[in-house]
């Protein structure tokens, strides 16, 4: 069988289900007004929560950088062969000290460090209990481990509790994320920990939708429900969205992150991010650090978001984090709308199934510190006329 064969077809039915996924291509740099597919747009589909992908004082440190002959663009190997610059040590460490823990490690991409955390840790007759809508990666790390993988019914503490209960041998761990990235709502992270701790369990949250974002400095869930993890509790955080650059880390204690860089074969069998980037990364974590006037922004566009929807009548999640899913229902309709709106001027993604449940396709708004309150209103205002449009 060719792949042409066995693939043509499955191809041919995303399409007619309206699920073929295409790249859109930009001309600008990532920023609110950009140039998309050759259009004109106010971006509000990009995870660039606090507006720091373009920042003037990250290009400036780059720049810096450039001019430096100690560092290279390429890392040239891996972290435990030659690849580890002092700008990833320092990193590493500056980013454990903001959040409180021993030790934090770097890996180039959050899906890796979701895989090596619990393909590491978990092992045969352990088992993993993870909330139905966690992210992909958080999942796919599951079912790569030789845990069990059990699930429980989204934020359903009642159904965790029984689960862990259930279990009888072997080590559990619990994983969720911070702020679920296609509803925009928190785990909580009170009544996780707690259930964890009472279990003996070890508690793992992928918060990249959290740092950057929520509570004092930024440091996202924990801080802002006023829960201190433990030391058996794993933080994953990316650099790729509030933070602006791109990357990810693993933040907990010291025998985690010597176990990750001892047994993880994501960490240990890969180049090492570019130092360029772990420069651009230290200076994106001071701006993100001192971002609370970008935070407030971003609260205010979120209740003038929610506001201006709900008097709209639009069916809104119930999300008070810069992820305001629109809830169209249908994949057909979720496409019709975003085409829409493309042609009014707002760039904004139909997010389908599988990524969502059937029957939950949606408009999945992300609003950010580098918007306008004008942005906000010019958006509602194109919802309106769309809905008008679509329902007349």
């Given at each position: 069988m060719s792949i042409e064969s066995r693939f043509n077809p499955l191809l041919q039915q995303r399409t007619a289900q309206h699920l073929y996924r295409q790249r859109p291509l930009t001309f600008t740099a990532q920023q609110a007004e950009m140039q998309i597919n050759g259009l004109s747009v106010i971006n509000f589909s990009s995870n660039d929560y606090l507006g720091l992908a373009n920042d003037a004082a990250i290009r400036e440190a780059v720049m810096q950088g450039l001019q430096d002959k100690t560092l290279s663009y390429g890392s040239g190997a891996a972290h435990l062969v030659t690849g580890h610059h002092l700008h990833h040590h320092l990193l590493e460490d500056e980013l454990a000290d903001w959040l409180g823990c021993e030790r934090a490690l770097l890996f180039s991409t959050g899906y890796m460090a979701n895989l090596a955390v619990q393909q590491t840790l978990m092992q045969k007759g352990d088992t993993i209990l993870a909330d139905k809508l966690n992210h992909a990666s958080l999942i796919d790390g599951a079912l790569h481990s030789e845990a069990d993988l059990k699930r429980y019914p989204h934020l359903d503490m009642a159904a965790l509790e029984r689960r862990l209960t259930q279990v009888n041998h072997g080590?559990?761990?619990?994983?969720?994320?911070?702020?679920?990235?296609?509803?925009?709502?928190?785990?909580?992270?009170?009544?996780?920990?707690?259930?964890?701790?009472?279990?003996?369990?070890?508690?793992?949250?992928?918060?990249?939708?959290?740092?950057?974002?929520?509570?004092?400095?930024?440091?996202?869930?924990?801080d802002v429900q006023g829960v201190k993890p433990t030391a058996d509790t794993i933080l994953i955080g990316t650099l790729g969205k509030a933070f602006g650059t791109s990357g990810a880390f693993v933040a907990g204690s010291q025998t985690l992150i010597e176990s990750l860089i001892q047994f993880a074969r994501p960490y240990i069998y890969t180049t090492a991010m570019s130092p360029l980037n772990a420069l651009a990364s230290r200076a994106a974590l001071k701006r993100v650090i001192e971002a609370e006037p970008e935070r407030a922004r971003l609260q205010q566009h979120i209740q003038q978001f929610r506001q201006g929807a709900q008097a709209l009548g639009l069916q809104l999640w119930e999300s008070q984090t810069a992820i305001q899913p629109i809830i169209l229902g249908s994949s057909e309709t979720a496409i019709e709308w975003s085409d829409a709106l493309k042609q009014k001027g707002f760039w904004i993604t139909a997010i389908r199934p599988p990524t969502v449940p059937v029957g939950q396709a949606r408009l999945r708004v992300t609003l950010s510190a580098g918007h306008t309150s004008e942005h906000i209103e010019t958006l509602l205002d194109a919802l309106n006329a769309v809905q008008t449009e679509i329902q007349s």
């Open positions: 080590q559990a761990m619990i994983t969720t994320d911070g702020v679920f990235s296609m509803d925009g709502d928190m785990a909580p992270l009170s009544n996780i920990l707690n259930l964890a701790e009472s279990q003996q369990a070890w508690l793992m949250v992928d918060d990249a939708h959290g740092f950057g974002m929520l509570g004092k400095q930024g440091k996202g869930c924990f």
